[in-house]
């Protein structure tokens, strides 16, 4: 089992910043590709961005050139570094882990959520 604690939410205001953090614990081998997702109210959960554990990144357009995904493989610690905020960056933002085991199985393991609320 991985065990993943978001950190970093909060309010702020329009054109701002916040730094989200995701500690994974646990069975930690393995994990390939990390991820932050988020959830608005009254809409499905859209990935926000990704990275392998190679350094790989992808964004969705929406936080292109204003977010930074990245990854301290040492510290088993992920990152968000969120500029420029907009409101309709609000939103629950989900910590996201995927694990391949020996066996070939895939697990995908979901942190509890950190709430990013932007005014404008």
């Known amino acids: 089992q991985v065990q993943l604690v978001e950190s970093g939410g909060g309010l702020v205001q329009a054109g701002g910043s916040l730094r989200l953090s995701c500690a994974a614990s646990?069975?930690?081998?393995?994990?390939?590709?990390m991820g932050w997702y988020r959830q608005a109210p009254g809409k499905q959960r859209e990935l926000v961005a990704r990275?392998?554990?190679?350094?790989?990144?992808n964004y969705a357009d929406s936080v292109k050139g204003r977010f930074t995904i990245s990854r301290d493989n040492a510290k088993n610690t992920m990152y968000l570094q969120m500029n420029s905020l907009k409101p309709e960056d609000t939103a629950v933002y989900y910590c996201?882990?995927?694990?391949?085991?020996?066996?070939?199985?895939?697990?995908?393991?979901w942190g509890q959520g950190t709430q990013v609320t932007v005014s404008s």
């Open positions: 990275i392998t554990s190679v350094g790989t990144t």
């Open positions: 996201n882990a995927d694990q391949v085991l020996p066996s070939g199985q895939k697990l995908a393991y």
């Open positions: 646990g069975s930690i081998f393995r994990i390939n590709t």
